[in-house]
């Protein structure tokens, strides 16, 4: 929540509410629409996601349970990221009999891949010439300062963090 209302701050600060008032009623009427469309889309791709990972590292799940557990996950993470991962995690250990770590392993595995996702997508967007935000380009840079950390300790797999079973998926 913080987070959230630090960002809508700075936006708003920027960009002046009746801006954006002006521009919402003036949008095309396909508009809703098509993010509905959009929004559904991405549902649908990312209960494939799930429903291939968790069959494939954590324990057999049927696509129609993947659909209606991702659902009721995304009502949560609509007050919180967080929680909604981690009623998912949750479902497979009450559910499933998945040890909580293997579920979280499993939750934090689908979780860097949407970052990486999302930092690909951000770089390929800054290298064909869209006007970032200098804190923006900076924040794309101290991810790629991050994701070579976490390659370096997946590679190097320091003793106290081999043992953690956190890491039994990667």
């Known amino acids: 929540w913080l987070v959230t209302i630090a960002v809508l ?14 521009a919402a009623t003036q949008a095309a009427g396909w508009t809703i629409p098509a993010l509905l469309a959009m929004t559904l ?6 209960c494939l996601a799930i429903w291939k990972t968790i069959g494939w590292f954590v324990a057999p799940l049927g696509l129609r349970a993947t659909l209606a557990l991702r659902g009721a996950t995304y009502l949560l993470a609509v007050v919180n990221y967080a929680l909604g991962q981690s009623a998912f995690a949750f479902f497979l250990n009450r559910a499933l009999g998945v040890p909580m770590m293997r579920a979280a392993a499993a939750v934090l595995l689908i979780m860097g891949i949407n970052l990486l996702a999302m930092l690909i997508l951000s770089s ?15 924040l794309v840079l101290v991810a790629y300062v991050g994701l070579a950390v976490y390659v ?9 963090l081999a043992r953690q079973p956190i890491l039994d998926l990667l």
């Open 124 to 138: 390929l967007g800054i290298l064909m010439g869209a006007q970032a935000l200098p804190e923006l380009r900076m």
């Open 9 to 22: 701050a700075f936006l708003f600060a920027r960009i002046p509410v009746q801006d954006v008032a002006r």
């Open 41 to 46: 889309a991405n549902y649908l791709a990312d």
């Open 152 to 160: 370096c300790l997946l590679v190097w797999r320091p003793a106290w």
